[in-house]
């Protein structure tokens, strides 16, 4: 008897926890306000746009033909570099002469535009990009020839021309037909454009940075810079595009982990040779990953802020993490994008070892790049590894390494963000596109612009399917002439949302770009 009293209690209890449980889901899934935009729609019609045919793509490919690679810091092609310099001087003539623009060439190939507004009160933004390039490997894999700026079924093949530019030139194509319409701006802003940002921007972006504290530059509104995309079919559950504005950006952390061995006659092997202590050591790394930190970051707010736009049973468990955690963070962890927003990531892009076939292998070395969660650290990142390994003959050397970095405000009355919002909106409209702050999983030159603005943002208007992250540094980097046309056009909106001295409401768009 009293088995089944105490048998029916713990029923009662356990089946008002489950109710308790059930209310609070509800909740939080219906009634708590999904996060709803400060802007309005309902303002007149912006037919301000820029249609790209013609000499607007022709100028695109040109720029796509250039092949200005920077291999390692300081190690680029100068002579390609030089030839894009002097392509984007001679292409855009209403930047190159106009009397609201200054320009100059900084480092030898970057450029540094003032484009000067009317009303001094209103402190200056910056748009910047790169125009170098990563090597281009696996060429015979290619549909089309890397440096050909070809269209094949509507897409500009090439490299370059999602990293980055897309930025460089779409920046330019919008403030050439901008110049070109009489536009007066009343906000001024600066246009940066590095030549070494894929091996970290120690002459370019540094020197632009310096630049501009020469010319008393001591403030900026916000800063925009490459970084995370839209994505389309990509982010689990959502079946509108998400465009990610990358208002925090991850830490790097470049390690050579290396092993001597005496070596000799390869008839005479040890039990274990460095090629196999040291490929002991990438497996461990490769199939142990960095703790997850999904629920401790930026990334927690990129769900809040999509998850009304989710399918049900995301939205359901979207909006209760403190519940699903451990779910959504199995769930993210299946796919490489979305892995890299939750965690540390390892990635293990170098393995040198052996000297010729009947040698045995004297020293074996491999490097290892991690982009660090923002709430972890490098300490945290090296320590994790070496507590792996645990391999004492392993030599640990930091080939470069910096914290995340400075995580940038979102709210509904930061001027910077919800400005890209807001020009993100108008762009792509017609897709019901979802905008979202978000973490950057790579890196960009925007650490050499900390001291100038709190308000940083990584955000390309690239427009991404499943099949295209790989494309980033990888073969048959593409871009849709559709895309690049938006492209030119997010920068036109942008240009034109940042020269109001504050937030304006959505300008509902009837056009698809
Ligand atoms: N943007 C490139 C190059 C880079 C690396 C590290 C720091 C800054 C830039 C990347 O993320 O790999
Ligand atoms: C994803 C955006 C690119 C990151 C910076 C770079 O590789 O140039
Ligand atoms: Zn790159
Ligand atoms: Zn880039």
Same mark, same amino acid.
């Given at each position: 008897m009293a088995a089944r009293r105490f048998v029916s209690s713990v029923c009662g209890f356990?089946?008002?926890?489950?109710a308790l449980l059930l209310i609070i889901v509800i909740t939080r899934t219906f009634v708590l306000a999904p996060r709803k935009h400060s802007a309005e729609p309902c303002q007149p019609q912006d037919t301000d746009f820029i249609k790209v045919e013609g000499e607007l793509l022709e100028r695109f490919q040109a !720029? %796509?033909?250039?092949?200005?690679v920077s291999y390692t810091p300081h190690v680029y092609n100068g002579e390609e570099l030089a030839k894009t310099r002097d392509f984007i001087i001679k292409s855009y003539p209403k930047v190159h002469s106009s009397p609201l623009v200054e320009y100059e060439v900084v480092a030898n190939y970057s450029l540094l535009y003032t484009v000067r507004g009317s009303d001094a009160l209103l402190t200056p933004f910056?748009?910047?990009g790169h125009f170098d390039v990563v090597p281009v490997e696996n060429r015979e894999k290619w549909e089309e020839d890397p440096f050909g700026g070809n269209v094949k079924n509507g897409f500009i093949y090439g490299r370059g021309t999602i990293d980055n530019k897309q930025t460089v030139f779409g920046i330019l194509e919008s403030v050439e037909y901008l110049l070109k319409n009489g536009f007066q701006p009343k906000r001024s802003f600066y246009l940066a454009f590095g030549h070494d940002e894929e091996t970290g921007g120690l002459e370019g972006a540094a020197g632009l940075a310096?630049?501009?504290?020469?010319?008393?530059?001591?403030?900026? #509104?916000?800063?925009?810079?490459?970084?995370?995309?839209?994505?389309?079919? %990509?982010?689990?559950?959502?079946d509108k595009p998400v465009a990610l504005i990358g208002s925090s950006e991850k830490g790097s952390l470049t390690l050579k982990m290396s092993i001597n061995c005496t070596?000799?006659?390869?008839?005479?092997? #040890?039990?274990?040779?460095?090629?196999?202590?040291? !490929?002991?050591?990438?497996?461990?790394? #490769?199939n142990n990953p960095q703790p997850s930190m999904f629920g401790t970051g930026p990334e927690k707010a990129t769900f809040e802020h999509i998850a009304h736009k989710m399918a049900l049973p995301f939205r359901v468990v979207m909006s209760n993490l403190w519940l699903f955690t451990p779910a959504v963070s199995w769930m993210l962890s299946r796919k490489p994008t979305t892995n890299a927003i939750i965690r540390t990531t390892t990635a293990v892009t170098m393995f040198n070892?052996? $000297?010729?076939?009947? $040698?045995?292998?004297?020293?074996?070395?491999?490097?290892?790049?991690?982009?660090?969660?923002?709430?972890?650290?490098?300490?945290?990142?090296?320590?994790?590894?070496k507590q792996l390994v645990n391999d004492p003959r392993i030599q640990w050397d930091i080939i470069a390494a910096y914290e995340p970095l400075p995580k940038?405000?979102?709210?509904?009355?930061?001027?910077?963000?919800?400005?890209?919002?807001?020009s993100a909106e108008q762009v792509w409209a017609y897709a019901g596109v979802v905008v979202a702050p978000a973490t950057l999983i790579a890196n960009t030159d925007t650490r050499h612009y900390l001291n100038f603005s709190e308000n940083i943002y990584r955000f390309s208007p690239t427009y991404m399917y499943p099949d295209d992250p790989p494309r980033f540094h990888g073969v048959n980097e593409r871009i849709s002439v559709k895309n690049w046309e938006q492209a030119v056009n997010f920068y036109l909106h942008l240009i034109k949302n940042a020269d109001e001295a504050k937030l304006q409401p959505l300008h509902s768009h009837g056009h698809e770009l």
């Open positions: 356990l089946s008002s926890i489950f !720029a %796509i033909r250039f092949q200005g910056l748009l910047m310096e630049r501009l504290r020469e010319k008393g530059v001591e403030k900026l #509104e916000f800063v925009l810079d490459e970084g995370m995309t839209v994505l389309d079919g %990509i982010v689990p559950g959502l070596g000799g006659h390869s008839s005479m092997p #040890e039990k274990e040779s460095c090629i196999g202590a040291m !490929a002991r050591a990438v497996s461990l790394l #490769e070892a052996g $000297v010729k076939v009947n $040698v045995i292998a004297p020293y074996a070395e491999v490097v290892v790049n991690h982009r660090i969660h923002p709430s972890s650290t490098v300490q945290e990142t090296l320590n994790y590894d940038s405000p979102y709210g509904d009355t930061d001027f910077g963000y919800q400005t890209i919002r807001m």
